[in-house]
């Protein structure tokens, strides 16, 4: 249950809102709800989220999907978010919060990517949870990325975690006006009290109209410790170029421990 809460509340943090829109900044909040089931010590976990974005030249949203504004128009920006949550159970209840601060810095005429974020969780009982993510990338084709990243982890007693991953995004313009957003992943961690990780998924996203997004995700962590699958569903509705509405649910199954995890969030967001 220890290794739930701090996986749990570590994940939460850093989910957020696409980036979208013609604005310089960008404002969020979600909620989320959901389940955690272990043997013999189920939980349900709570959290609200807030946070925003500030793209220092605006972002153009006539390239493609309004959910995808900030990728294709290479966007740079400076973001912060923060969650306030709480697990409750029959062998636990405890209140976790956290913070995040990052940035991506973007030239547009070379495609050259930077980005830096830093987050940290605290829970009650089960102690801190610190990472850093740094990320090194380019636009290898007009709406094309591929970047790097080295992430590093520590947790308050169980040892430090660094993850060096590969991703890639890439969206296609389709007949009719439509579009498709197609991300990929593949990562090797480097864990000091377990056994090291692969970490590979990828998520399809399908826009009928520059408005309107829904896709799926599918994520592994394979080790001898955590053999974990996660999978989510989700979609994005802009009534306005100015308001995003998001759902989505994620369902993750971790065989090796037998935890299972249920996640419905809602989330709303408004530029300007």
């Keep these: 249950m220890r290794k739930s809460v701090i996986a749990t509340g570590l994940a939460l943090a ?28 189920d939980a349900d976990v709570d959290q609200l989220g807030i946070g925003g974005e500030y793209y220092f030249n ?49 030239d547009p005429a070379s495609g050259w990517i930077f980005e830096v974020d830093y987050t940290e969780v605290e829970a009650d009982d089960s102690g801190d949870v610190d990472t850093f993510d740094f990320s090194v990338g380019k636009y290898i084709a007009e709406n094309t990325s591929l970047s790097f990243t080295y992430s590093t982890t520590d947790t308050d007693g169980g040892g430090d975690v660094d993850l060096y991953a590969v991703d890639i995004k890439h969206i296609a313009s389709l007949a009719g006006g439509a579009y498709l957003s197609v991300t990929g992943n593949f990562g090797i961690g480097d864990a000091d009290e377990a056994d090291d990780p692969l970490v590979y998924g990828g998520s399809l996203t ?13 994520d592994f962590v ?19 170029e100015s308001l995003e509405l998001r759902v989505s649910y994620d369902m993750s199954d971790d065989d090796e421990t037998d935890e299972e995890l249920d996640t419905f969030t809602i989330g709303a967001a408004f530029r300007f």
């Design 14 to 41: 850093v989910t957020g809102i696409s980036h979208a829109g013609t604005y310089n900044t960008e404002l969020r909040a979600s909620y989320s709800t959901g389940e955690i089931e272990t043997p013999g010590a």
């Design 58 to 106: 605006g972002v153009d949203d006539s390239k493609g999907p309004l959910a995808e504004a900030a990728f294709l128009d290479r966007a740079s920006s400076v973001r912060a978010n923060y969650i306030d949550g709480e697990f409750d159970g029959r062998f636990i209840d405890e209140d976790f919060d956290g913070f995040s601060l990052g940035g991506r810095l973007v």
């Design 206 to 218: 399908y826009y009928p109209t520059r408005n309107i997004g829904v896709g799926a995700s599918l």
């Design 222 to 240: 394979d080790s001898d410790d955590t053999e974990d699958t996660t999978f989510g569903v989700f979609g994005s509705w802009f009534p306005s």
